[in-house]
């Protein structure tokens, strides 16, 4: 009788609330994500302390960690949620005018500059009341384990193949080229295959472990290896750093054309054929057949397609 009326003091949105809360290790971070006023967060944790007996977050040093009861309700936590997101969503349709379901895209700033903005744009214009997380595709970060547990209803990138355990969607493809300083030697005099593996690379982190990016995985294929002598994991503040240098930044044409109006910036040929850059958008199975999800590909491809060609 005890645990029934336990049960009847919870509903999804105190889950919610302890889901954000052991998720984030912040009451303040967890308020932003919600949308809440903080003294709320703080008020909805403590009526979660009181039916868990626990304290669920304790001071560690100068920051918050979950208890171990607390670490085991985050998973159940995000199972609930997410079944009553799909349960609604599906029963009723998915009307991105009056819906509150949160919508979580991982993706690398590798892609198109106008490609974030664009999107989270028109998903404000057409779901103004749907939350947004923009999530990093990080090294220690596995695209895989985000799509099936939830943590992102769709992974944007470039891959060389793309998985074959993925629902996929092609974006779009491009040409790869070279982004140097006009100050660079091969603006004034070309350059051959032996100057180009030769000269200073620049390359994004790799998004995981092990990755191999298009570009040197392509060049493995041929038995070759380029000289990178810097790596970067914001992909968007490299072209700052060719401009500054003489390093090479080699990928799409059209990520290259953002930054030479307003950057010293010149586009060569790269000295070697390489196939185009394929985009694509991943996602899970068990959102293929969500409306609200599907209705998130549907941006997707829009803005893609959206997208000025050079």
């Given at each position: ?276 850059l394929g985009y694509y958008q991943l ?28």
């Open positions: 009788m005890r645990d029934q009326a336990l049960f009847d003091k919870i509903d999804l949105h105190l889950i919610r609330v302890l889901h954000t809360v052991l998720t984030e290790r912040s009451v303040s971070r967890a308020a932003i994500r919600l949308g809440m006023h903080q003294p709320a967060v703080s008020a909805a944790l403590k009526r979660l302390r009181d039916l868990s007996g626990d304290p669920l977050l304790v001071r560690s040093g100068s920051s918050m960690v979950p208890t171990d009861a607390a670490l085991r309700m985050v998973e159940p936590a995000a199972d609930i949620l997410r079944s009553a997101e799909a349960l609604f969503s599906d029963a009723r349709g998915f009307d991105p005018r009056t819906s509150t379901r949160s919508f979580r895209v991982a993706a690398s700033d590798y892609l198109d500059p106008l490609f974030l903005p664009r999107l989270v744009a028109r998903i404000k214009s057409e779901a103004p009341l749907c939350p947004i997380d923009i999530l990093p595709l990080s090294p220690d970060a596995h695209y895989h384990a985000q799509l099936a547990d939830g943590e992102a209803d769709v992974v944007i990138g470039n891959w060389p193949e793309p998985p074959g355990d993925l629902h996929l969607g092609k974006l779009f493809s491009d040409e790869v080229v070279c982004l140097v300083s006009p100050e660079h030697p091969a603006v004034r005099r070309g350059w051959s295959l032996e100057d180009w593996l030769q000269a200073e690379h620049i390359a994004p982190t790799p998004t995981h472990p092990g990755a191999r990016g298009v570009i040197d995985a392509h060049l493995d294929s041929l038995d070759l290896q380029r000289n990178i002598t810097a790596r970067c994991a914001h992909f968007g503040q490299i072209p700052e750093m060719v401009a500054a240098s003489l390093l090479v930044l080699t990928t799409g044409r059209q990520y290259c054309e953002r930054f030479t109006a307003r950057l010293p910036l010149v586009i060569l040929a790269p000295p070697l054929a390489f196939p185009p996602w899970h199975a068990r959102t293929q057949h969500s409306a609200a999800a599907a209705w998130l590909r549907d941006c997707v491809r829009k803005v893609a397609d959206s997208l000025p060609k050079g």
